[in-house]
């Protein structure tokens, strides 16, 4: 059995928030947003796991380390590393050369002479004056030292450009250790030109992985994995290159040919950046950074800096997440955990684990075209929430009790729930006892039972009266330029909310009204973008409320109103819609007509005026008061209250008895 590091964080954490990532979504989506938007926006900031600082990382914050890192690695480095360290070698050797000559009292005057001219006479060009004094007979040893490490340190840090490590483990090596690098070059580069012409097989690649597989610590499994590793790691050392001034570039290229003392190592790697150029192409080869640092880069290490860059660029477009067909499952997380540590690839983990939950959990799905959208059950939960929201204010402002009314006078429907003040419902004795002896035994009671008002459930029952009920939201350019549109939305989703979980019995038709009017889902509305075109058809909404209404014969017809203008186009019986601004009197005709024929199929009408527009006040008042309908001119953070008020206020009267809301449905308090 095989162990290893768990990755995933803490084992202990309590699961992801679905709950604080669905309320972030919904709130983005009642702002306008689409629920795809609203996801990638919730991902880019991230979850709150507290206060404070005390905050998951979003895709955004792992963003700005990935650019934070790239930024310090480039403005930390030069290129300048191998360079200035041959520069040092060379110098000290040509120190210790000197030292020597004076000390030297046997040599010959002449001979020494023509030392010193030889070293006074080296080109100020470090390359140069490297391959002048290849066939130069040191006299000190030491001096000689010092030159020998200059072909030593060269051939490691060339090798140490295509595999990572050599520098430091070919550091003293042998004359049989550099045979054996050559041999394996030459046994490399067969391989690859075998497999580029389809000639090789697995045990070629096993043979070579036998006799050389000591060079290779990422212990590829196949020929392809090698080739990814060493192209990567190739690659990012031509880039190194082309990052370099020219004038840098032609001095290591000369001095290059002083590695291990002979041109052969060149040849031979210059021979393997050809195979792997040729099989992995679409490697970046041609690329170039700038550096401008102080902190010098070998050979080696420059191209691991060059490689992290890579890697960083890499994660950076992965967690933009601005691609076709982008998934959060396409960042590396490995890769993550390299650069920014194991928290960031938990983090990063997180977020992805939250989409996948939100989707396996009905509260999100992918539609045919690829983007996110709220399921149903998302939908009912944001109901829910905006309903609850509505209780709260028709509560706090009036002194209503909780919506959570299932209609006293109707059927039993076999669910429960805690009592709250005002229901009239007829208690579930057995929940109710069962709740008290559990709450008794958990606060070690005696053998005494007493109730509470806590333990008190009612059964609860559904209304037997039916409502056929329209809804007409102007949807025109002027709700959304005046901020109405997210109140617009959250009123038709709670009152959507209310119907189809409290009045099930009840027909609930949404209709949008601009420039022409169309019936929508509540899905199709809550994610309805900002509609510029102007017109305020509502002789076309009439039309298709009544429609509604004449659907449901026996069902008593409710007619809701939200708008805040005055009718500027209507349909004519071509079907092409007609505008005008100021209104025509034709479209003024047009609308009441419609409205006149919804008061004889019995609708209860109410108008929801939004602003001040004194011409709209007129018209509203009129037009109510022709119908024998109300008008509430609500504060735009109780147009929910007063739409869910009004409804319930009908349902009432539709009962013979007060309509109990504080006359949320009449002029009283918000009179128009």
């Known amino acids: 059995m095989r162990y290893k590091k768990y990755a995933g964080g803490d084992p202990l954490a309590p699961p992801v928030d679905l709950a604080e990532a669905l309320d972030a979504i919904g709130q983005d989506v009642m702002a306008g947003y689409s629920p795809e938007r609203a996801m990638r926006e919730f991902l880019r900031r991230g979850p709150s796991t507290g206060a404070g600082t005390d905050r998951g990382r979003g895709l955004d914050d792992l963003a700005r380390q990935v650019a934070e890192k790239r930024r310090e690695l480039t403005q930390r480095h030069n290129l300048d590393g191998t360079l200035n360290e041959v520069r040092e070698l060379l110098d000290k050797a040509v120190l210790e050369e000197r030292k020597q000559l004076a000390r030297d009292a046997m040599m010959d005057d002449g001979d020494r002479a023509f030392r010193e001219m030889r070293l006074d006479s080296l080109p100020p060009n470090t390359a140069a004056a490297v391959t002048e004094l290849s066939s130069y007979d040191w ?48 046994d490399l580069n067969e391989l690859l030109e075998k497999h580029a012409m389809g000639q090789d097989t697995p045990e070629d690649f096993q043979e070579f992985m036998d006799k050389h597989g000591d060079f290779f610590p990422e212990n590829p499994q196949d020929v392809d994995e090698l080739l990814d590793a060493l192209a990567q790691r190739a690659a990012a050392a031509q880039r190194m290159l082309n990052s370099m001034s020219p004038e840098q570039r032609a001095e290591l290229m000369e001095l290059s040919q002083q590695a291990f003392g002979s041109p052969a190592l060149m040849e031979s790697l210059a021979r393997l950046d050809s195979n792997l150029q040729m099989l992995r192409p679409g490697e970046d080869w041609g690329g170039s950074e700038t550096f401008d640092g102080e902190e010098g ?33 396409d960042i590396d997380l490995d890769a993550l955990a390299r650069q920014l540590g194991d928290q960031a690839a938990v983090d990063a983990r997180t977020l992805a684990e939250i989409e996948r939950a939100l989707r396996d959990t009905g509260q999100l799905e992918r539609g045919s075209d690829g983007d996110l959208r709220l399921t149903p059950k998302a939908m009912r939960q944001l109901g829910k929430a905006l309903l609850k929201d509505v209780a709260d204010r028709m509560n706090g402002r009036q002194g209503q009790r909780d919506l959570r009314r299932a209609g006293a006078a109707g059927d039993l429907s076999g669910a429960t729930r805690q009592w709250a003040f005002g229901d ?13 002896v559990r709450r008794t035994a958990g606060e070690g009671g005696g053998p005494t039972v007493r109730l509470t008002v806590d333990d008190i459930e009612v059964q609860e029952t559904e209304d037997r009266t039916q409502a056929a009920v329209a809804l007409l939201v102007d949807t025109s350019f002027s709700m959304a330029m005046d901020g109405r549109w997210v109140p617009m939305k959250r009123t038709a989703l709670a009152l959507h909310t209310l119907i189809r979980s409290r009045f099930r019995g009840d027909d609930l038709q949404l ?20 509609m510029w075109d102007k017109g305020t058809n509502l002789h076309h909404a009439l039309l298709l409320a009544n429609r509604h209404f004449r659907k449901h014969p026996t069902a008593q017809p409710v007619l809701l109103i939200v708008t805040d203008g005055e009718p500027t ?16 009197p034709l479209t003024i005709a047009n609308a009441v007509r419609e409205l006149d024929n919804a008061r004889r199929l019995g609708a209860q009408t109410t108008f929801f005026r939004l602003g001040d527009d004194p011409g709209l006040a007129r018209f509203v008042d009129s037009m109510a008061d022709r119908v024998e309908g109300k008008v509430v001119a609500p504060e735009l953070d109780d147009l929910g209250a007063a739409v869910v008020g009004s409804y319930l206020g009908s349902r009432s009267d539709r009962f013979g008895g007060p309509d109990g809301f504080g006359g949320w449905g009449g002029r009283g308090w918000w009179a128009g």
Do not use: C
Request: charged share 30%.
């Open 139 to 186: 006299q000190s040893r030491e001096a000689r030292e010092a030159y020998e490490q200059i072909k030593d340190l060269l051939g490691r840090e060339l090798l140490d450009q295509r595999f990572a490590g050599m520098k430091q483990a070919l550091e003293g090596a042998t004359d049989e250790d550099r045979a054996a690098i050559n041999e394996m070059l030459t």
């Open 511 to 530: 209709i949008g009204f601009g420039r022409a009017a169309r019936t929508m889902e509540i899905e199709e509305l809550t994610a309805l973008d900002a």
């Open 297 to 329: 880069l070998g050979l080696g290490d420059g191209t691991g800096v060059l490689q992290e860059l890579s890697e960083l660029d890499q994660l950076s477009e992965q967690l933009s997440q601005s691609y076709a067909g982008s998934r959060l499952d």
């Open 424 to 436: 009239t419902e007829p208690w579930d004795v057995p929940r109710t006892i069962t709740n008290a």
């Open 569 to 584: 186009s209507h349909l004519e019986p071509n079907g092409e819609v007609y505008f005008s601004y100021p209104p025509h």
